[in-house]
């Protein structure tokens, strides 16, 4: 229930950080002319850019510190899946002598496609 109730003010903090940074009026005014602030002034006032430099810079805090938390706290709520022990392996050398397949030096037996003698010749058929 708390990590729901943090998870939701998670993603309003976000929205809010998102809007704080796009209000604001960068190098190139941002935004703020969007609002039909004139040339050098700004839409909410003379000193708004202290306020929002300084409210981007908490948001920015409170973001990091919850997005820290929550991780920790979903990755301690999952269970880890613990792997598979390992199954024995069959041996590599079949029973009958011949080596396994893709060993240098030695060839496995194929059987024989039909039509075709164990060789690989084609039979004719009288």
Partial sequence: MLTTLLTIFF?????LLIL?????RGRGGGLVGAFG????????????GDV???VTVVLFVLF?????????????????ATPAPPTPQAPATPAGGAGAPGQTGQTASRPARPGQSAGGA???QP
Avoid at 64 to 80: C, D, H
Wanted: charged share 5%.
């Fill in 20 to 24: 704080i940074v796009l209000i604001q």
């Fill in 122 to 124: 084609a039979q004719t």
């Fill in 11 to 15: 993603a309003l903090l976000c929205l």
């Fill in 64 to 80: 990091m510190l919850l997005a820290i938390w929550l991780n920790w706290r979903v990755q301690g709520s999952v269970p880890r």
């Fill in 52 to 54: 929002f430099t300084t």
């Fill in 37 to 48: 602030s004139g040339g050098g002034g700004s839409a909410f006032g003379t000193k708004t």
